[in-house]
C-alpha cells in the first residue's frame, strides 16, 4: 500500500471516529452563561430576597433572588444561570439586569458556556413594565378527544337597564311648497233680494219770493149814461162798477201768476 492511500485511509478513519462527537455535539443544547457577584441598591448591599432579573430584548430571560449566608455565600451575592429557550438564539445579544425596582447600572453579553463575576449596582426607580416570559416549549398534542354531551341551556339573564335616551336630533329641513289646487266650479247664482222699504218724504221746499206787482189795467169804457130815472138806473152803476174791480182784480191776479213761473 503506498504512502498516499495510506494517508488517505488515516483522514477516512479520522473523519468517522470524530462524526458521532460531532452529531452528539448537535444534539446537545448550547450550555447557559452563568453570572455572579455581590449587589448593591441605593448604595446599600441588597437584603437577601431581593430579586435580580435579567432580561434579553425586553423579555426576561432568567431571575433570582439575592442569598447570602443561607446560601454558603457572602451577604447580599446572587448567582445566575440564564440558559437559552429551545426555539431561540441568545448568543451575542445584550443582556440588562434590574435589581428589585432598579436597573443595574452593569450589563452583560450572552455566550454559550460564558458568563463573569459582574457586581450588580442599582438605584430603585418605578416598577418595571409587565416583561413577558419566554414561552414554554409547545407541548405534544395528542389525538383529540371525542366531544363531550351539550350542557343544557343556562337560565336567561335578567334584562339590562335601559340606556339613557338619546339627545334629540336636529330640525329637519322645511318642506317644499305643494303645487297650486284646481280651480273649484263656479257656485249656483244667488235669488234676488226683496224690494227695500219705501223712502221717507223729503221736507216741503221753501215758499218762492212774491212776484212783483202787476201794471195797472187800461180804463174801462165809459159806461153809458143813466136813466134819469127813479133809482133803477143807480142800480146799475154800482153792478158795473163791481164787475170792473173783478175785472182788474182778476186782471192783476194773472200778472202775479205769471211772475211766479
Same mark, same amino acid.
Given at each position: 500500500?503506498?504512502?498516499?492511500?495510506?494517508?488517505?485511509?488515516?483522514?477516512?478513519?479520522?473523519?468517522? #471516529?470524530?462524526?458521532?462527537?460531532?452529531?452528539?455535539?448537535?444534539?446537545?443544547?448550547?450550555? +447557559?452563561?452563568?453570572?455572579?457577584?455581590?449587589?448593591? #441598591? $441605593?448604595?446599600?448591599?441588597?437584603?437577601? !430576597?431581593?430579586?435580580?432579573?435579567?432580561?434579553?430584548?425586553?423579555?426576561? =430571560?432568567?431571575?433570582?433572588? %439575592?442569598?447570602? @449566608?443561607?446560601?454558603?455565600? @457572602?451577604?447580599?451575592?446572587? =448567582?445566575?444561570?440564564?440558559?437559552?429557550?429551545?426555539? #431561540?438564539?441568545? &448568543?451575542?445579544?445584550?443582556?440588562?439586569?434590574? %435589581?428589585?425596582?432598579?436597573?443595574?447600572?452593569?450589563?452583560?453579553?450572552?455566550?454559550?458556556?460564558?458568563?463573569?463575576?459582574?457586581?450588580?449596582?442599582?438605584?430603585?426607580?418605578? /416598577?418595571?413594565?409587565?416583561?413577558?416570559? %419566554? /414561552?414554554? /416549549? @409547545?407541548?405534544?398534542?395528542?389525538?383529540?378527544?371525542?366531544? !363531550?354531551?351539550?350542557? +343544557? &341551556?343556562?337560565?336567561?339573564?335578567?334584562?339590562?337597564?335601559?340606556?339613557?335616551?338619546?339627545?334629540?336630533?336636529?330640525?329637519? $329641513?322645511?318642506?317644499?311648497?305643494?303645487?297650486?289646487? =284646481?280651480?273649484?266650479?263656479?257656485?249656483?247664482?244667488?235669488? $234676488?233680494? @226683496?224690494?227695500?222699504?219705501?223712502?221717507?218724504?223729503?221736507?216741503?221746499?221753501?215758499?218762492? &219770493?212774491?212776484? /212783483?206787482?202787476?201794471?195797472? !189795467?187800461?180804463?174801462?169804457?165809459?159806461?153809458?149814461?143813466?136813466?134819469?130815472?127813479?133809482? !133803477?138806473?143807480?142800480?146799475?152803476?154800482?153792478? &158795473? #162798477?163791481?164787475?170792473?174791480?173783478?175785472?182788474? %182784480?182778476?186782471?192783476?191776479?194773472?200778472?202775479?201768476?205769471?211772475?211766479?213761473?
Amino acid at each position: 500500500m503506498t504512502k498516499a492511500k495510506l494517508l488517505a485511509l488515516m483522514a477516512i478513519l479520522a473523519m468517522l #471516529l470524530a462524526l458521532p462527537a460531532l452529531v452528539l455535539a448537535q444534539a446537545q443544547p448550547p450550555r +447557559p452563561a452563568v453570572f455572579g457577584g455581590s449587589v448593591t #441598591l $441605593d448604595g446599600v448591599t441588597a437584603a437577601d !430576597g431581593t430579586t435580580v432579573t435579567a432580561t434579553i430584548d425586553g423579555v426576561v =430571560a432568567a431571575t433570582v433572588t %439575592v442569598c447570602g @449566608a443561607g446560601c454558603g455565600r @457572602a451577604p447580599g451575592n446572587y =448567582a445566575l444561570a440564564i440558559a437559552q429557550p429551545d426555539g #431561540l438564539s441568545y &448568543a451575542g445579544k445584550e443582556i440588562t439586569f434590574r %435589581v428589585g425596582t432598579g436597573t443595574a447600572a452593569q450589563k452583560a453579553t450572552w455566550t454559550a458556556s460564558g458568563g463573569d463575576i459582574l457586581n450588580l449596582t442599582a438605584v430603585s426607580g418605578p /416598577p418595571p413594565a409587565t416583561a413577558t416570559p %419566554v /414561552p414554554p /416549549p @409547545a407541548p405534544v398534542v395528542g389525538p383529540a378527544g371525542l366531544a !363531550g354531551a351539550t350542557g +343544557p &341551556a343556562g337560565v336567561a339573564g335578567a334584562p339590562g337597564v335601559p340606556g339613557p335616551a338619546g339627545a334629540k336630533g336636529d330640525k329637519g $329641513d322645511t318642506g317644499a311648497k305643494g303645487d297650486a289646487g =284646481a280651480a273649484g266650479t263656479a257656485g249656483v247664482a244667488g235669488s $234676488d233680494g @226683496a224690494d227695500g222699504a219705501a223712502g221717507t218724504a223729503g221736507t216741503a221746499g221753501a215758499s218762492g &219770493a212774491s212776484g /212783483p206787482a202787476g201794471s195797472a !189795467g187800461s180804463a174801462g169804457a165809459d159806461g153809458a149814461a143813466g136813466e134819469a130815472a127813479t133809482g !133803477g138806473g143807480g142800480m146799475m152803476s154800482i153792478i &158795473a #162798477l163791481i164787475v170792473a174791480v173783478l175785472a182788474l %182784480v182778476a186782471a192783476g191776479g194773472g200778472i202775479m201768476m205769471g211772475g211766479r213761473r
